[in-house]
């Protein structure tokens, strides 16, 4: 090293700062990782998670799956015990004044499944659940392949059920269309794969299941409609019957022969996809005559078969109480149900055309709530449904006594004054359809020529809440939209709640449900059921009854409802057209009966302008008309306290449950109701035109009732149309 210091042994470097780089930092070395010690818990918590999530959720629902599997065991009986008996008792069914209605025998053979040849049971198969041998009471596939049909062809046209599932709604469940009934259902169809053989599962099935016509089980249905035995059936009659089980009512040979034929020969298709017969098989099948019983239609009793349909529904819970024989009295007038249902089809077939009306429907009480009349459509081998107890439909300006009866309890009078002004609720704007107001009027006026928006007014002072209470008290059962609409009879309702709401006008304020069995009993008088009559307070007060009066008379006289008069009877009633003439009313009485009539179509369609005052009018005065003949006239109940007279003259205005009530506590009691200890508790029950209405438009409901439309698409007319192959 020399004397500066430099060691010059280095590379040359000049003589100025050195540059200094900055100092490099290289990252720690990472830690080994831990090897695992084989210990779940040792693993991150999100893939425990990922683990357990999954196990810990089936096992919650395997262990509410065993619970409920053994509760079922507990609580339901063998299945196989509930084997239909082979054979059940006539059934008479009798009018009110004793004279013979209708005659119902109950066959339900129970055959067992060997017993059967092949190619029944293939048929049902084939057309209800093709996979029924491969699964455990669940067809993923069959329900997947349904929900990709019914988005294909953008309505429900399938359903993913299976037999075992169909089995358990038929044995154990309502028909309520529930998500929670349809979860039952699901676990039930797994209980019964447990505890029952495929084998057991079809012959329960094949030997319970409805075939319309009134035919429960294959033996029945086969006899009905073949008058042979099912273990002679053939294999285009074996088709035929297991075609029925899509749609009973529509396919039905007693209603559409020609439709259960073309329904044949799409379950021949698709015995064959199946693999069931073979080509040669379908084509002899197809080409074959289907020859059915001449005795499986029953004419004279096509008039009354609404009217018994609805009392066989209300007496089922006796229907295996005697072996032989049992007796349903009724309160049918049959004599008026036959003449009801003459004049719906004439009237239609007259000018139903013509305006696009398809169907109708009647129901005629007498004051204390019996049924003497129920007609619930044009055509009982067209279409079962019926319309008079089962369709809801928008009332319309029917429901405005509703609103009108609750203004006056309220202290109005039909003298008061009211404003016909424009009137707005939040962003609801509701108008008289001729766009024209009368400025102020009287309470009586403006129900007489069904002004809208009075009836908005009332309600919006009242309190839709108030309004629905009053709906209630009347005895009416349907929900309702508590809402401004309210007062335009928006809500849907029955035939039968509205005819019975107003029944109590009519009967002095008395609130009765309409019923159809007075006694039910065997053959040999044991009474199994008795309809017990009670008086009660009215529940509604005589001066609101009479302000009714007044009003729904002008209604008749001088409104919406003149072509209903009946000469030399004082008549009340009220009209109701919905939107877009989709449903007409009319809605009626005299001191002697209440009737109301609907007129609409099953799909909705709009009609050709028929408002209330016009065909349901018509008919109504019709069917009053005959109803009157050879009866004294009387007025209606006034403020005073004058009343009209009950349907029966030893009964003075009745108040009763319906029959449920009564039957369930009958059988609880296993005794008739006279005989048990603690008799049923008998309480009451909560329950012109100027022109022409399709002039003034006043009658109709404004669209805000549109969106509540509900559209009956298990019913309708059945087109006839010549088979086709598939």
């Not at 029955?494 to 006008?505: C, E, P, R």
């Not at 009340?572 to 989709?582: E, I, M, V």
């Amino acid at each position: 090293m020399d004397y500066d210091g430099r060691d010059h042994r280095a590379p040359y470097q000049p003589d100025r700062p050195h540059y200094q780089h900055p100092p490099q930092s290289y990252p720690a070395e990472a830690p080994a990782p831990r090897a695992w010690s084989g210990r779940f818990s040792d693993l991150p918590l999100r893939f425990r998670l990922l683990v357990m999530g999954p196990i810990l959720a089936f096992s919650a629902v395997a262990a509410a799956m065993g619970a409920l599997f053994i509760y079922y065991t507990v609580v339901f009986p063998d299945p196989l015990s509930m084997r239909l008996k082979s054979t059940g008792p006539v059934i008479r069914i009798v009018g009110h004044d004793g004279s013979p209605i209708a005659e119902r025998g109950v066959s339900r053979a129970y055959v067992p499944l060997d017993m059967l040849p092949a190619r029944v049971t293939n048929a049902v198969v084939a057309t209800e659940d093709r996979r029924f041998f491969a699964h455990h009471g669940l067809d993923p596939l069959g329900l997947l392949r349904a929900t990709l049909v019914n988005l294909k062809s953008g309505r429900l046209t399938q359903g993913g059920s299976t037999i075992t599932q169909q089995l358990a709604k038929n044995l154990f469940l309502s028909s309520d269309r529930t998500f929670a009934r349809k979860a039952e259902e699901v676990v039930l169809a797994l209980w019964l794969e447990l505890r029952l053989s495929k084998t057991e599962i079809l012959e329960l099935y094949v030997n319970r299941v409805y075939f319309g016509g009134g035919a429960h089980g294959i033996e029945a249905a086969s006899q009905r409609y073949f008058g042979k035995s099912a273990r002679e059936l053939t294999l285009p009659e074996a088709a035929v019957i297991a075609g029925l089980l899509k749609a009973p009512s529509k396919y039905a040979p007693s209603s559409s022969p020609v439709q259960a034929v073309a329904r044949g020969r799409v379950v021949i298709g698709k015995m064959l996809d199946a693999g069931f017969i073979t080509e040669e098989d379908a084509r002899e099948a197809r080409a074959a005559d289907v020859r059915f019983s001449p005795l499986m239609r029953v004419p004279d009793q096509a008039d009354m078969a609404y009217a018994v349909d609805y009392v066989l529904d209300a007496s089922a819970p006796f229907e295996d109480s005697d072996r032989d024989e049992i007796v349903i009295e009724t309160t049918l007038d049959a004599g008026l149900q036959r003449r009801t249902g003459e004049i719906v089809e004439k009237t239609l077939a007259t000018s139903g055309t013509e305006l696009n009306a398809g169907q109708a429907a009647v129901v005629v009480l007498a004051p204390d709530g019996g049924i003497r009349a129920l007609v619930g459509g044009r055509s009982y081998a067209d279409s079962q449904f019926n319309r008079a107890v089962k369709a809801h439909r928008q009332p319309g300006s029917a429901f405005k006594p509703v609103v009108y009866l609750t203004a006056l309890e309220r202290g109005l009078t039909p003298d008061s004054i009211v404003e016909d002004q424009p009137i707005s609720a939040g962003k609801w704007s509701p108008k008289n359809d001729n766009g024209r107001y009368l400025g102020t009027t009287t309470l009586r006026n403006a129900l007489a020529h069904s002004i809208n928006t009075v009836s908005v007014r009332l309600l919006l002072d009242a309190g839709a809440e108030t309004v629905a209470a009053t709906a209630r008290r009347l005895g009416m059962t349907s929900a309702l939209k508590v809402n401004g609409s309210l007062a335009l009879g928006t809500s849907e309702v029955s035939l039968l709640d509205l005819t019975g709401a107003y029944a109590a006008f009519a009967n002095g304020g008395y609130v009765n449900a309409p019923y159809a069995i007075r006694r039910i009993r065997t053959g040999d008088g044991k009474v199994l059921f008795q309809r017990i009559a009670a008086r009660s307070a009215p529940a509604i007060p005589r001066r609101s009854v009479g302000a009714m009066n007044d009003m729904l008379s002008t209604a008749v006289q001088f409104g919406t409802g003149r072509r209903a008069a009946i000469a030399g009877h004082a008549v009340a009633g009220k009209t109701g057209t919905t939107q877009d003439f989709r449903d007409a009313w009319f809605m009626g009485y005299t001191a002697h009966l209440t009737a109301g009539v609907w007129v609409g179509n099953d799909d909705g369609k709009p009609m050709n302008k028929v408002v209330g005052g016009s065909l349901p009018a018509e008919i109504w005065r019709g069917v009053m008309e005959d109803a009157h003949r050879g009866l004294a006239p009387l007025p209606l109940p006034d403020a005073s306290g004058t009343s009209a007279p009950t349907g029966d003259t030893d009964k003075a205005h009745p108040v009763a449950r319906i029959e449920a009530d009564f039957i369930a506590k009958a059988l609880s009691a296993n005794a008739a109701p006279e005989a048990a200890s603690g008799a049923p508790e008998v309480t009451s029950n909560t329950r012109s035109e100027l022109a022409e209405a399709a002039q003034s438009g006043r009658d109709r409901s404004p669209s805000e009732g549109a969106a509540g439309e509900t559209t009956v698409t298990q019913s309708g007319r059945i087109v006839v149309r010549p088979p086709q192959a598939d």
